[in-house]
Structure formats: C-alpha cells, structure tokens
C-alpha cells in the first residue's frame, strides 16, 4: 500500500465545474505539497501546506492533520486546468513521497 | 530570479550507457533533491545532495551515483543503462534541510534508453 494515495486516478469535468481531489497518507508529516504536472513533465508547486487551509485564485487547498487527509479544490473550472495534480508529503528533511497524480481533463 | 533549471531536455541512450543529467538549484537554494518518474506513476525519490554530500538515499541500486559542487548545482550519474531507467528524471532545490522546506522542482529531463 503506499503511503500517499489520491483519489479519483483519473476524473474529467466539464468547464465551470466545481472539482475536488483527494489525498491520504499514512505517515506522520511535516508538510504536504500540491504540485500541478503539465503534459511535457514539469512540475509546479500549488502550495505546501502543514494545517488549515490556503488559497491561491480558484484553487484552494484543505488539510486535516488528524485524519491524514487533504483535499485540492478547483473552482469554475477551465480547459487550462487540465493536468495530473500530485500529492506530495514531507515525512523528513527534504524528502517528499509522492501519490501517483489524478488525471484532470476539463472539456471545453 | 531563475529557477530550477536541468539539462539536458531530452536523451536517448542505449542499454549498457552511462549517463549525466545535471541541475542547477533556484538562487538562494542549496539542497537539491533528485527524482525519478516512470510514466504514469509519481516520482520516485533517489537521493539528495547538502554540503556537498549524498544526505538521504532511496531505493535505488548503486548505479545511480551524484554529486554536488560547490555552487549548489548537481549531477545524476546512472551507470549501465537499463531499459526500466527510461523515465522523467525530476530535479528540486530547497533551502537547508529543515522538515517541510518547500521544494521547487525543475522542467525534467526525458531519458529513453533503448
């Protein structure tokens, strides 16, 4: 079992929608990270988050450090949207582990 | 105030090749973090460089030697390429090694080996 899960692996949407992905871990951890992963590879840093809440234009980012959860949230949702969005939590000193992405697919 | 930057973007090697990816952190960054990512799965955490010396080590064989100069920039060595070593080959750069220091992550660099 790995010790980052996402979910759903893949979800499509149509534009506007309201769109959430989640992410659980099984570890004890210093922070989280959402990355945003472009087709071509490069990654983004969304935000990195060790409690609460943040948000960043439509984005917006939830952790629940008790229940090991956290959860992307992409308001009105655009066609640009479209990417694999990562899950990544620091367990220690600069090493992150990572889920294996959800699949986003916003059509037009 | 650049990034991270890698190079080269892509390469292609055959089996039994030695390879060298190199990075360079974002400025004011000295820790930098090297990743591997097959397609379709997550990156897969190799090994990262502080002061010049190897702090953490994943999974990996000894195939996969680094180095870090004195600039903060970085190299990945992959010995005796394997067919499974095709993959995206993913650079960070964060400031010291304090817990939850956010990494910035570099454009990739594409390797197939052939």
């Known amino acids: 079992k790995n010790e980052v899960e996402q979910s759903p692996q893949n979800l499509t949407a149509q534009e506007g929608e309201f769109i959430t992905i989640n992410c659980s871990y099984s570890?004890?951890?210093?922070?989280l990270h959402w990355l945003q992963q472009h087709p071509g590879g490069g990654i983004v840093s969304l935000f990195m988050?060790?409690?609460g809440k943040k948000k960043h234009g439509r984005l917006i980012a939830t952790i629940n450090i008790q229940e090991k959860h956290s959860s992307l949230h992409i308001t009105a949702s655009h066609p640009r949207d479209s990417a694999v969005y990562i899950c990544?939590?620091?367990?220690?000193?600069?090493?992150?582990?990572f889920g294996d992405g959800t699949t986003l697919t916003v059509k037009p | 105030d650049a990034g991270v930057t890698q190079s080269p973007t892509h390469l292609i090697k055959t089996r039994g090749q030695q390879v060298t990816l190199r990075c360079s952190p974002k400025?004011?960054?000295?820790?930098v973090s090297w990743y591997q990512q097959a397609l379709g799965q997550g990156p897969q955490f190799i090994f990262q460089?502080?002061?010049?010396?190897?702090?953490q080590r994943g999974n990996f064989p000894d195939r996969f030697s680094g180095h870090q100069f004195p600039n903060y920039s970085s190299e990945l060595n992959v010995n005796a390429l394997l067919l499974g070593d095709s993959a995206l080959y993913l650079c960070?750069?964060?400031?010291?090694?304090?817990?939850?220091?956010?990494?910035?992550f570099g454009p990739g660099t594409r390797l197939t080996v052939l």
């Open positions: 960070a750069s964060s400031l010291g090694l304090s817990m939850g220091n956010e990494q910035f």
């Open positions: 570890v004890g951890i210093s922070a």
């Open positions: 988050l060790s409690s």
């Open positions: 990544a939590v620091s367990i220690n000193a600069g090493k992150s582990t």
């Open positions: 400025s004011g960054h000295d820790t």
């Open positions: 460089y502080y002061e010049e010396e190897e702090r």
